[in-house]
């Protein structure tokens, strides 16, 4: 069974960074299984929004708008995937969402859709 | 940056009522790579659809999602009190670079 969890403070401070932990189990990051870990934030009311994907091969990839305040890493051993976000707004409170990214074949190449959520945490900026 | 523009912004039913949700996509979605997914206080986010049409492992046969190119529908046949919740489409077929829409909240009439 595929879950995830994400950890992290729930309270940080303006101009700090912020570290996100996301543990997973039933699947992993390794070239047999080509799944990816995404993060997801949502602000009560607003649509969410992706801020960044690490694959089974380490490439990275982030939301443009807020590539230079992301780092997103893994480490295969323990079944986690940090993202870091740093200079921390009060815009920045929301739910993170660590979300396990599959391999979609849609014919002509693979697309990566997100299947399974963990629960969220909730991040306030004050 | 495709932009997904959802409709209607709240729709209000009662159980057994029939729901269609849409999506419509500012630009062609590449392969039909959009999918839905149900958030509800508390839950994690489920996805029910992937690829415009294809239902998620252990998703209700009552969930069904169509369209292709901009255009895009999923229809809840019977409504069961736990369908009530907010829905949104996200479109992957960009990706990495993911967007969603703004989300319908199905409520209770």
């Known amino acids: 069974q595929v879950s995830l969890r994400e950890s992290g403070p729930a309270l940080v401070k303006p101009t700090q960074t912020l570290t996100l932990t996301c543990t997973f189990s039933?699947?992993?990051?390794?070239?047999?299984?080509?799944?990816?870990v995404s993060w997801i934030r949502q602000t009560p009311g607003k649509a969410p929004e992706w801020l960044a994907r690490?694959?089974?091969?380490?490439?990275?990839y982030y939301n443009s708008s807020l590539k230079t305040r992301l780092t997103i890493s893994k480490d295969t051993a323990k079944s986690q995937v940090v993202l870091t976000m740093t200079d921390m707004d009060p815009l920045d409170t929301a739910t993170y969402y660590c979300?396990?990214?599959?391999?979609?074949?849609?014919?002509?190449?693979?697309?990566?859709?997100?299947?399974?959520w963990g629960r969220g945490t909730t991040v306030a900026v004050s | 940056e495709t932009v997904l523009t959802q409709s209607p912004g709240t729709l209000s039913l009662s159980p057994g009522e029939r729901a269609t949700l849409s999506c419509r996509a500012s630009q062609s979605v590449s392969a039909n790579c959009l999918a839905w997914y149900q958030l509800k206080p508390g839950h994690a986010p489920r996805l029910l659809i992937y690829g415009a049409s294809l239902r998620a492992t252990g998703v209700p046969d009552r969930f069904t999602g169509s369209g292709s190119g901009t255009d895009f529908i999923l229809t809840i046949s019977r409504l069961e009190p736990e369908d009530f919740a907010v829905y949104y489409c996200q479109q992957y077929g960009s990706s990495p670079m993911y967007t969603f829409g703004q989300g319908t909240k199905l409520e209770i009439k």
């Open positions: 979300v396990r990214t599959a391999p979609h074949d849609a014919g002509s190449r693979y697309y990566f859709y997100m299947d399974v």
């Open positions: 690490i694959d089974w091969d380490d490439d990275k």
């Open positions: 039933g699947f992993s990051l390794t070239p047999s299984t080509h799944m990816c």
